[in-house]
């Protein structure tokens, strides 16, 4: 446990990280009592500073769309969900609007004295009014209200007692439909709205936000310890797309990097990998879900094996690695290699387009019972029989305005069921 933890030494933690990490704790302990699963959902990509006063960094284009949708399944599912999520990433039910310029929807009072709409100065994905964990820190993650009033109750004196009655207070009105916003131009608002406000009113949601890559890894250590207890029950879906290189802190310069018109050199290392830890340490029991986005259809496959390969060996329990290509197509079709599950799913049948029949890494499995394959490949043997399934969307799902992630997260949850 020590030496995994040694993997942080050297990177700098939020500010408020042992606030953050009671308000977790609490959370997953209150719905532990209450025998609901807990799903923690890392979400959007991370931010690597390349300064000390960091003006310069490197990041990706992850927008946190998977995360966001994903948890929104397992919401409706009957889980509760600590949401991992990077700043100004898509969040979950606001992402339904991402890109819409509110201003067109909303409409003064008579009086003109008062912009109706409830939009609140200071909101984000309806995560609670916002400041920052430190004026001196710029990078240091936002701190909300919802977070503080779970950190209270877990610094409470009696917390068992706390977490069996903690009533969280509701994080300002949903806004009036008909009355402040034209809902007409709003396609699905009201049922958005009322999705929302019942993951408020069963305080299923937790939104934990970061921005930089060493808040996320401080954060992700943090949460899995908070899911640790409830063994099982317990699923990690590691959707965020985390930074490979960093440049290390102890070089990192103090101030902005001058250009001075000469070429820019950079020495950067790995960032330390903390799956194999986390699931062998921190959440020694729980169901781990890893994903891989790659850009050569031949290695996709190969690729999801492998790294589940690494991960599985030393653990006795379910494991899955979700791969898809980066292509417009990772929005409908990927695939799943797991490891320990025995779900039975009844699948459809995917159509496979001429442009992936030559590919074994593009080509659908035309499916039967989930589209699934067992393999016994070479190599394969120390980690035991893995299963291989391709998740697609067929054009008439399209047109139904069905996800590919309600179909992962369905697939997930069938063999969450076998881990109970």
């Known amino acids: 446990m020590e030496r995994a933890k040694d993997l942080l030494a050297g990177l700098p933690a939020p500010r408020s990280l042992d606030r953050t990490a009671r308000a977790m704790k609490t959370f997953t302990k209150w719905h532990g009592l209450r025998g609901t699963r807990v799903a923690l959902v890392t979400s959007g990509g991370t931010r690597a500073p390349l300064e000390a006063c960091s003006v310069r960094f490197l990041d990706n284009f992850s927008s946190g769309f998977r995360g966001a949708a994903s948890t929104e399944k397992f919401l409706s599912s009957g889980y509760a969900v600590i949401f991992l999520h990077r700043l100004g990433s898509l969040v979950p039910f606001s992402r339904h609007f991402a890109g819409l310029d509110l201003l067109d929807y909303m409409e003064f009072d008579e009086e003109g004295e008062k912009q109706k709409g409830n939009v609140r100065k200071g909101q984000s994905g309806g995560v609670g009014s916002l400041g920052l964990g430190s004026e001196e820190d710029g990078m240091d993650y936002i701190f909300t209200e919802e977070l503080r009033e779970w950190a209270d109750a877990g610094e409470a004196e009696n917390e068992m007692t706390i977490c069996q009655e903690c009533e969280v207070t509701e994080i300002g009105p949903s806004p009036r439909i008909g009355k402040t916003i034209r809902a007409e ?236």
């Open 185 to 420: 131009r709003l396609p699905r608002l009201e049922w958005v709205l009322r999705k929302r406000r019942e993951a408020h009113n069963l305080r299923t949601l937790l939104c934990v936000p970061f921005c930089t890559v060493y808040e996320y890894l401080h954060l992700l250590r943090a949460a899995s310890l908070a899911l640790e207890p409830l063994g099982p029950s317990a699923i990690l879906f590691l959707a965020a797309a985390v930074s490979d290189f960093h440049q290390p802190p102890d070089t990192m310069p103090q101030h902005k990097i001058h250009s001075l018109g000469k070429p820019l050199e950079l020495t950067l290392s790995p960032i330390p990998k903390l799956l194999s830890p986390l699931a062998s340490f921190w959440v020694p029991a729980a169901f781990i879900v890893a994903f891989k986005l790659e850009s050569e259809p031949e290695q996709l496959e190969s690729r999801a094996t492998a790294g589940l390969a690494r991960l599985a060996p030393s653990l006795q329990r379910a494991v899955a690695v979700v791969a898809n290509l980066l292509t417009e197509r990772r929005k409908r079709l990927l695939v799943l290699v797991s490891r320990g599950g025995d779900q039975k799913v009844e699948g459809q049948l995917v159509e496979c387009s001429s442009e992936g029949k030559g590919s074994e890494a593009q080509r659908v499995v035309q499916e039967t019972a989930g589209g699934r394959q067992k393999s016994t490949r070479e190599g394969e043997a120390k980690v035991g029989p893995i299963e291989r399934v391709w998740l697609g969307l067929s054009e008439s799902e399209k047109t139904e305005s069905l996800e590919i992630e309600d179909k992962l997260v369905e697939f997930l949850i069938n063999i969450h069921n076998t881990m109970q």
